[in-house]
């Protein structure tokens, strides 16, 4: 027996995982995150997303691809900033 997956329900899986990654408590931001450089990721999906841009010294707007990645990746600007800011 085959399983087959929309690709629509595949994407909404990686992003399932990546919400509930994001959320897990007890995984504190560290500086260094914020000296990362943007990574869109490996999947083709469009998932907006916020980096800290560290030469600029500002949080900004980029197209996440869905899946890998690094951790320079937030979800909105006001986590963005509260993390990387001042650093």
């Not at 027996?1 to 990654?21: A, D, G, K, R, T």
């Not at 914020?34 to 999906?45: D, F, S």
């Not at 998932?47 to 691809?65: A, I, M, P, Q």
Request: proline letters at 5%; a neutral charge.
């Amino acid at each position: 027996m085959q399983l087959w997956v929309s690709p629509s329900l595949f994407l909404l899986l990686i992003l399932c995982q990546e919400l509930q990654s994001e959320l897990r408590p007890g995984k504190p931001v560290t500086r260094n995150v914020c000296k990362l450089p943007m990574e869109i990721g490996l999947c083709r999906g469009f998932v907006l997303r916020w980096f800290y841009n560290w030469k600029t010294y500002e949080c900004e707007l980029f197209s996440y691809g869905g899946c890998n990645g690094n951790d320079n990746n937030f979800m909105d600007k006001e986590v963005c900033e509260k993390a990387c800011k001042d650093t």
